[in-house]
């Protein structure tokens, strides 16, 4: 049996999103439905608002129900349907479009309470968020004690925090407040309000980077490589949460990624491994409601870094890990001393967890591959797997470097043979045929594509290049429409070290609409630094 949502009849009468919703038979517009005794009770209306994950609720601002119960905008509400139950928050709206005995549900809300139109829900306030009190204690010292987080992460998990409070929370973890205990605390509570997976193999291997590196796009070629020798890999990946592409994005634009906990399972048997999105997965959901707010806050903690990476691998169950730590000035992490005391703190924190956990730290001050953005990065993962010539020798150096270190990790070769190993199976063709055996089975192959608009930022004069700033190259592909749109983003034609003559191209956009790439353009030329060439 999937893990898939499964809609209920009801639900899929309402049809797709959009369908528009008829009203009752016989109900003129403005006529109010028999109301039920309890005044708490009100029809459901689907209103067609796309509000990503959160969960919203619409009322009339002169209905009964917000002068009785003082409901106003932003008040969060408990909905019940049946067995089910629902936070949203309220938004109040004018005119007759919404009778006063009903109440409109956003797309994410009506899912979540799986109701047909007409159907009646009950409304109250949401009861007080009882652990937020954990926070603020944090917030003036007070150490999380572990059953403080299992309270705080289950009402995040159960939607029960705001966005702000979830912000609150967040703002906790960051500037290193958080010790090793309250990380571990953190992981396993994390942990709990999710799925978990468990194999039949002993050694189950993964890796993960902590990113701030645009490209960088290994994890495909890196499960192909050390599926092909024997070894299982069941990688669950993130979207993007500050930069232009997640490895689940990318992958995407192969092959389907939102394969539920099942169909996961029928593909890592069946080949060896996948690359999903462990959202689709539900392995950690708390974590995925924090990544939300976490993306536009651009925030990252190493704390919270950490708990996010170690919940993840426990709930797929890992058993030996590779971490990629890129070390450069615009990179996540900014030295070899922090990325010391980094590794140091995963591996301490990982062993506790039951984690054999290794670091791979590389330098990072520069993109891996060309590609930044879904599609662009994947380009260049085929071109490494399929040894074209003009595939980016950084990318496949680097690809093979993680593998050869996971072979030798799992048992499969000798220490120090497993680059070479990983090499071979590259250059053989075998890690090609294992990527197609891959996308087949998480449900078909298919070809990433380049934006439709594109256009070069040249150099200015000629000269050698001496610095990219990785951040602002980034943000330059989040301006083309990345990742949001996977055919955008940037590709990076220099390298550091390497000369370049006036008007050569040191990267181009690739937008979907011409609107998109001239923003994206306009900032990149206000900031010649991004690719800096020094005068030769």
Known sequence: ????????????????ASSPVPRRAGQAMGESAPVPLTGRRLRAHRVQVDTLREAVAYLRRDSQICRSEGFAAQTRLQLEYGDVVVVATLQTVTGDWLELDEIGLSEAALLALDVAEGEW?????????????????????????????????ADIAAGRYSPIQISAFLTTCTGNRLSDDEIISLTRAMVATGKTLRWQAECIVDKHSVGGLPGNRTTPIVVAIVTSQGLVMPKTSSRAITSPAGTADTMETMAPVDL???????VVNAVGGCVVFGGAAGLSPADDTLIQVERPLDLDSEAQMMASILSKK????????LIDVPVGVTAKIRSRYASALFSKRLQTIGHTLGLDISTYVC????????????????RDVLSVLQNRSYAPADLLNKS????GRL?????????????????????????????????????GMREPLAGRHSKPVT????GVVMAVDNRHLARVAKLAGAPAAARAGVVYEVSIGKPVVSGQPLFTIYAESQGELDYAYEYACRFPAIVAVGES
Not at 125 to 136: A, D, G, K, L, N
Not at 314 to 321: F, K, M, N, Q, Y
Request: glycine content about 12%; some cysteine.
């Open 1 to 16: 049996m999937s893990d898939d949502i499964e809609k209920s009849p009801q639900a899929a009468a309402l049809g797709p």
């Open 121 to 153: 829900v009950r409304v109250r306030h949401m009861p007080p968020v009882e652990s937020f009190r954990h926070v603020r204690g944090r917030m003036f010292g007070e150490a999380f004690t572990p059953a403080a987080l299992d309270e705080v992460v």
């Open 260 to 266: 539920g906990l099942e169909d996961m399972r029928r």
């Open 314 to 321: 426990l709930a797929a169950g890992s058993t030996h890990v």
């Open 363 to 378: 330098q990072g001050d520069q993109p891996v591959g060309r590609g930044i953005g879904p599609s662009l990065e994947a």
């Open 400 to 403: 093979v470097e993680i593998a």
């Open 407 to 443: 072979l030798e990790m799992g048992g499969k070769v000798p220490p120090g043979d497993g680059e070479t190993c990983a090499r071979a199976v590259v250059s053989s063709g075998l890690a090609w045929q294992q990527f197609q055996r891959i996308c087949e089975a998480q449900g």
């Open 459 to 462: 150099a200015r004069h000629g």
